[in-house]
């Protein structure tokens, strides 16, 4: 947003102080009758479209920048099949009251399917909920799942005796091989050892990450709501859409230059035009800022762009595959064992929770990187072939979709997560703004790092601080209520366990 008085001057003169008056044939501007707080929000994911919303209801002028053709960022339910399939963010972690997005879920009336009551980063879906199977078909007995499982509890509950050693970090690989050496009996063999893998298989599509890169003192320093996880039935685009409602949003706005001065930004998109407000808030994904296609004037200080650097974006994709019918059991969870984590795979049934004949492979880390180096259609016959180890006779699918979370270049990731050797607050210093920039998404969640409550969370977090700030400036502080009330009205979520 730009001031509405013109100014003759062609803003490559631009002076350190930014005119609030700024307008030429490039700059956007705002009406100059009575002068407004005005604030522009880049990222039009879970985060920014919170902040803009809060913004905008507490009667800041407010204008979105999105780089992408739709909103949601790395929410993105598809429709292509006839029924809502989200390619990106599909859960809920933490279906309870104190889930910041549990009120306007809950008004909007959307169901959720529970997969899990167990708040664990580990164990997403319950284990009676799983089958799996070796590479040549044959089921694993539930028992032995479930006793791996125990296992796989008591190696980590042996990888923090070792944290509690080793002053200096390591990788959850690393740990596990030092308690195999200190305990040799832990270690499986054939067909447990494969369980075992598939375990630290779904450990890492958690974080998106491979174990040899997942940080042993941070893993488990995220916060877990209580009441478990809960599959958005309906997808996250009503979420969406209702938090977008009346905003004032351009499509296809990709931010090229973030220019900042004492008294306002000026932000230039991929065409050349420029729109200027008193504040910005940055709200898009850690792996676009990783890349640097957004050029800052100034440059950030050294610490912010250390925080950008040292913290880990991972990979997770979606290959879904839609079939005329359902021949596969009706569990939440298919799994192929392996020898090595790299080998091992998981389905998700949507059936059991919609009722729709789909199940949605989702490779992490490495092998999420190698599938993406294929066509769409490679991609869907990879998935498809883990599907034949296990079921021979499984049908050919009708219809495929495929997720490029790392390679989109409007997202060049899926979500953060703790490297190795690098210290936990780095989210909290990619929050913390720098003059008048104000950052917001997942990777600036302490909390809630990787999921979308996350995101809505950072996003009203960082149109409250903006608030404060720029109304602080104009003097106008006591005239506006906070941006998020404390009063909202509670209606029960609607969860279900078929």
Known sequence: MAGGKSNSNSNSNITPQLRRAVCNSNVERRPTSTPSPSVIVIGGGMAGIAAARALQDASFQVVLLESRDRLGGRVHTDYSFGFPIDLGASWLHGVCKENPLAPLIGRLGLPLYRTSGDNSVLYDHDLESYALFDMDGKQVPQDLVTKVGVKFEEILKETDEVRKEFSEDMSITRAFSIVFERKPELRLEGISHKVLQWYLCRMEGWFAADADTISLKSWDQEELLPGGHGLMVRGYRPVINTLAKGLDIRLSHRVTKILRRYNGVMVTVEDGR?????????????????????????????????????????????????????????????????????????????????????????????????????????????????????????????????????????????????????????YEKLRVPVDNLFFAGEATSVDFPGSVHGAFATGAMAAEDCRMRVLERYGELDLFEPVMGEEVMSIPIQISRM
């Open 274 to 426: 420029s729109f200027v407000a008193d504040a910005a808030i940055i709200a898009v994904p850690l792996g676009v800022l990783k890349a640097n296609v957004i050029k800052f004037e100034p440059k950030l200080p050294d610490w912010k762009e250390a925080a950008i650097a040292d913290l880990g974006v991972g990979i997770e994709n979606k290959i879904v595959l839609h079939f005329e019918k359902v021949f596969w059991p009706n569990v939440e969870f298919l799994g192929v064992v392996a020898e090595t984590s790299y080998c091992c795979s998981y389905f998700l049934n949507l059936h059991k929770a919609t009722g729709h004949s789909v199940l949605v492979y989702m490779p992490a880390g490495q092998l999420a990187r190698d599938i993406e180096k294929m066509s769409d259609e490679e991609a869907a016959n990879f998935a498809y072939m883990q599907l034949k180890k296990i079921l021979p006779d499984a049908s050919d699918p009708i219809h495929f979709l495929v997720s490029h979370w790392g390679t989109d270049i409007n997202s060049l990731g899926s979500y953060s997560y703790d490297m190795v050797g690098k210290p936990h607050d780095l």
